[in-house]
């Protein structure tokens, strides 16, 4: 039995795939397709250091899959994110600040801070379900005038779950599919549609035949599982526990509605008691020792009474 081909959306894939300095054509060609940059721009591309530089000890260390410096020198960042995460604009802004600060050393001046873009595949809705956009490109502007902030900034989000289901004429809707195929034979059918994309299709079919790579690939699966996992049996134990406490709390809220029940039952007949003793003349103090009420709570009640009781 034929053994699945590796998926590109797994991360180490991913980075073999558009990562390796010997494979600069395929990473070259799905730029091209995502982005709208000058042709030049890609003249020469340079794979660095994926790891964000820290300023401090302890800032926070930041990864990317692949971090690329175009011609002019702008810089791309690109990685893919499987597992949906509840803050991933924050953790997108976060990233593509830090490749905007780590730019200047001290003293330098600010006009040379160069473009930095953002491409990120998700493989869940980031934007609404019904939105038919797989792809959305994010740069700053006033909403009243349409006046555009400086080309310094750009965020491009790939959500695969809204791929049409035909294609859309575009090459990127093809490099997408690549992402989403399960099976040799889907490979192939994407393979058919770019030079560039059949070389990336052949990349991931002899990664698939490396023993080594898919034990490596399939162990990077196996984490992100188990962590997804020990994720949900902590949602799990959350859930559970916040159910016990409102048990707990509806429990004590019912018997602190009894209890208060009974107290007001219990004050209402010493009331009673109180008033039926002090229409029989009975003195102040022994009505309060008698029933357990406070002298100014007898003395209230005795003000209540007809004058001539």
Known sequence: ????????????????????????????????????LPAEEYGRLVIVDPHLQREHPDDKLGVLD??????????????????PQSHIWERVLF?????????LKSGRPYH????????????WDVTPKNSPYYHRCLRLFDE???????DLFEINILELPKLPSEPDGTLLYHWLKMFTARTEEELTMVAKTSPEIATAVGVIMELSEDERTR????????????????????????REKYRRDE???????????????RLEGEQKSRLEVARSLLLEKYP???????????????????LELPANH
Do not use: C, W
């Open 1 to 36: 039995m034929a053994k699945e081909p590796l998926s590109p959306k797994n991360d180490l894939v991913f980075k073999l795939l558009f990562g390796a300095p010997t494979r600069l054509n395929i990473l070259r060609a799905f730029l091209q397709a995502i982005l709208d």
């Open 66 to 83: 692949v971090k690329i410096h175009t011609t002019s020198g702008k810089v791309i960042n690109v990685e893919i994110q499987v597992e």
């Open 95 to 103: 990233y593509a600040a830090r490749l905007i600060t780590e730019q």
């Open 112 to 123: 040379e801070i160069k473009k930095i873009v953002s491409i990120i595949i998700v493989d």
């Open 144 to 150: 009243k005038t349409g006046y555009r902030f400086p």
């Open 215 to 238: 034990l490596l690939a399939e162990a990077r699966e196996k984490y992100r599982r188990d962590e997804e996992a020990r994720l949900e049996y902590r949602l799990a134990e959350a």
């Open 247 to 261: 048990e707990a709390r509806l429990e004590y809220r019912e018997e602190k509605g009894r209890l208060e029940g």
């Open 284 to 302: 102040i103090e022994k009505v309060a020792k008698v029933t357990g009420l406070t002298l100014e709570e007898v003395k209230a009640l005795a």
